[in-house]
Each structure stands twice: as C-alpha cells, then as structure tokens.
C-alpha cells in the first residue's frame, strides 16, 4: 500500500450515499494510512486550492450511484483516481440493499460493512 490513500466518498442524498461515508469513516479510524477527502469542498474549490494535496496520493472513488459523481467531480478539476468502488454495483452482488438515506438499520450496517470489505480489499490490492 502507498504511504497513503485517500477515500473519497460519496456525498449524496441516498442510501447509498450514506453507505459510502459511514464505510469511509469506519476505513479511516481503522486505517492509519487513509485520509478522506471532503467532496463539497472539492466542488466548492473554484480557486484550485486544495489541487496540489488532492494529486499527492492515489484517490480510491466510492460512488454512491450510478451517475458517478465523485468521479465526475474529479475529472472535472484534474484529478486522476486511481480505483473506483460502485457501491449499488458491490451490493447487488450481496444481494443487500439499503433504503434510509439518512439513518442506519441493521441492512444499512450490513451494506456498510460489505463495502468496507471492498475498500480494505483495494486498500491491500
């Protein structure tokens, strides 16, 4: 693994959204090599400030949905990701399927930890 790795997740309204930051959060307290990228700020960085750190270390995406905006959000200031996680993608192969955008039931910790797994098995491959 690289010295270190950013994650940056998905910020949207969904519950796929919500997956992606709470299994962000969880990598990042478990992993001291993570850091996590704020993607309202990058959106919001119209002055290419935050530029520099975002290229200093490989960015693995975790989308939330099917429009890709992290990665989108990305391309649109340079940056290059070196991994992409879809998270409807991953938990369709699990058969799992979160449905509150804004809290957590036990299907929701569920689908966090499955893409959590995906994140640590990028983080190690």
Avoid: Q, Y
């Amino acid at each position: 693994m690289a010295e270190k790795i950013a994650l940056a997740s998905c910020n949207g309204m969904s519950a796929n959204g919500l997956v992606s930051r709470v299994a962000v959060g969880d990598c990042k307290k478990e992993n001291p090599n993570v850091i996590s990228i704020c993607m309202g700020s990058t959106s919001a960085d119209t002055e290419g400030k935050n530029d520099e750190m975002l290229k200093k270390f490989p960015i693995i995406a975790i989308n939330g949905c099917d429009n890709g905006c992290v990665n989108k959000i990305l391309s649109n200031r340079g940056i290059e990701v070196s991994k992409t996680i879809g998270v409807g993608d991953v938990l369709k192969e699990h058969k799992a399927f979160a449905t509150d955008p804004f809290r957590l039931d036990s299907e929701g910790e569920r689908c966090v930890e499955i893409i959590k797994n995906k994140i640590n098995e990028e983080l190690e491959g």
